[in-house]
């Protein structure tokens, strides 16, 4: 067996082991890229989010303080105890929801939509949630 014949027979056989070790290789790298930009759409995601909590926890207290000094200040006003009924909390309610609806962006709303769901269920709970707040902070003020 001469030289060339030997180094055809070894190139007809580490060919291939090289072809299949590089197929290998190519194959963790794509892997590898596809795990890194996963990781970047979940970072993007994330921070996505928290922009759109951070907008609608602001744009929720400016919705719950319009209501009530407009709206709420006016139906207490002209009732007897200076209590809403129950009609009169929902009306209020619904104004501070279509307040947030008009105030928020539409990417801010698009995002939360996508991660909480139906947005109205949320956002219900949501202003009743600040609302809350918004009394106790009025309370601790007084109390101050």
Same mark, same amino acid.
């Given at each position: 067996?001469? #030289? $060339? +014949?030997?180094?055809? =027979?070894?190139?007809? *056989?580490?060919?291939?082991?090289?072809?299949?070790?590089?197929? @290998? /290789?190519?194959?963790?790298?794509?892997?590898?890229?596809?795990?890194?930009?996963?990781?970047?759409?979940?970072?993007?995601?994330?921070?996505? #989010? $928290? +922009?759109?909590?951070? =907008?609608?926890?602001? *744009?929720?207290?400016?919705?719950?303080?319009?209501?009530?000094? @407009? /709206?709420?200040?006016?139906?207490?006003?002209?009732?007897?105890?200076?209590?809403?009924?129950?009609?009169?909390?929902?009306?209020?309610?619904?104004?501070?929801?279509?307040?947030?609806?008009?105030?928020?962006?539409?990417?801010?709303?698009?995002?939360?939509?996508?991660?909480?769901?139906?947005?109205?269920?949320?956002?219900?709970?949501?202003?009743?949630?600040?609302?809350?707040?918004?009394?106790?902070?009025?309370?601790?003020?007084?109390?101050?």
């Amino acid at each position: 067996m001469t #030289l $060339s +014949a030997f180094a055809l =027979e070894l190139t007809e *056989v580490v060919l291939p082991v090289f072809a299949l070790f590089l197929v @290998v /290789l190519i194959g963790y790298g794509v892997a590898l890229l596809r795990k890194k930009i996963e990781e970047i759409d979940n970072e993007i995601a994330r921070r996505s #989010l $928290s +922009a759109a909590l951070v =907008e609608a926890e602001s *744009v929720g207290t400016d919705a719950i303080r319009a209501t009530n000094q @407009v /709206l709420v200040d006016e139906l207490r006003s002209r009732s007897e105890d200076g209590k809403l009924t129950k009609d009169e909390a929902h009306e209020a309610m619904g104004v501070a929801t279509d307040y947030f609806v008009r105030h928020v962006t539409s990417d801010s709303m698009r995002i939360l939509e996508a991660s909480l769901g139906p947005i109205q269920e949320w956002l219900e709970g949501f202003l009743e949630a600040k609302l809350s707040a918004e009394k106790r902070a009025v309370i601790d003020y007084s109390i101050h």
